[in-house]
């Protein structure tokens, strides 16, 4: 089974508008983070939000916000008034604590494409 | 902004060849990453690297790949014998601790192509 799954291979948005990219995870671990990560044509990793499992309140950073909802194990990025440069691959990355892992798990990505 | 460096940017080698991939980590990191992205897939985890060893490794990770830190700075992967379907983008990763919260950062990448 696929730890992090990102079911859209590829969204479009407005500029200006918001949008949603999701991402479900699995795991049995009790303790674990959740990651964004960015990912533009030139090919560097850009890291953008982080979730931990403990934490109470959903992490924002600027216009990226993070959507958590534990129950459904799932950890939706969302990015408000969107721009040209927002336009890139979009990652979703799991750590699971428990096995003492170190290593990010990735999903598939979702290709971003922002419409002037 | 202190940030992860890799070298070279992108090679080209033939297959059968050994390749060395370098990265310089953040200064005050501890904990060390190899990543693998072949061209439209994701990134997959190869290796990571505490304490002067391997910590954990992948299946991919197989005896073609070493890893080492041979200063106080670089962090290297080697590929014995480079096969085609070892071309892929690497990316070296670190972050400072050990709590889930800490993030890892990357460094660009070196785009290995093998002919």
């Known amino acids: 089974a696929q730890k992090i799954t990102q079911t859209q291979p590829g969204m479009f948005v407005q500029e200006k508008e918001a949008v949603t990219l999701d991402c479900t995870y699995d795991?049995?671990?009790?303790?674990?983070?959740l990651f964004w990560y960015k990912q533009p044509s030139s090919g560097e990793m850009i890291f953008l939000i982080y979730?931990?499992?403990?934490?109470?309140q959903n992490a924002t950073e600027g216009r990226y916000s993070l959507n958590f909802q534990k129950a459904r194990k799932s950890a939706n990025l969302v990015i408000s008034a969107s721009q040209l440069g927002d336009s890139a691959m979009y990652f979703c990355?799991?750590?699971?604590?428990?096995?003492?892992?170190?290593?990010?798990?990735f999903g598939k990505g979702t290709k971003l494409s922002v419409i002037p | 902004e202190p940030e992860v460096t890799q070298t070279p940017s992108h090679q080209v080698t033939q297959m059968g060849q050994e390749v060395i991939l370098r990265c310089v980590p953040i200064?005050?990191?501890?904990?060390f990453y190899w990543y693998r992205q072949i061209l439209g897939q994701k990134v997959e985890f190869l290796v990571s690297?505490?304490?002067?060893?391997?910590?954990?490794k992948s299946e991919i990770f197989d005896d073609q790949f070493s890893v080492e830190r041979p200063d106080g700075s670089n962090f290297t992967l080697k590929i014995r014998s480079t096969k085609l379907e070892d071309s892929a983008m690497y990316f070296c990763?670190?972050?400072?601790?050990?709590?889930?919260?800490?993030?890892?950062?990357f460094g660009p990448g070196t785009r290995l192509t093998v002919t």
């Open positions: 990763a670190s972050r400072q601790g050990a709590a889930l919260g800490y993030e890892q950062y």
């Open positions: 795991t049995s671990d009790p303790s674990y983070g």
């Open positions: 979730q931990g499992s403990y934490d109470q």
């Open positions: 990355a799991m750590r699971e604590e428990g096995a003492g892992s170190y290593q990010l798990t």
């Open positions: 200064s005050n990191h501890l904990y």
């Open positions: 690297f505490y304490n002067n060893e391997i910590s954990e």
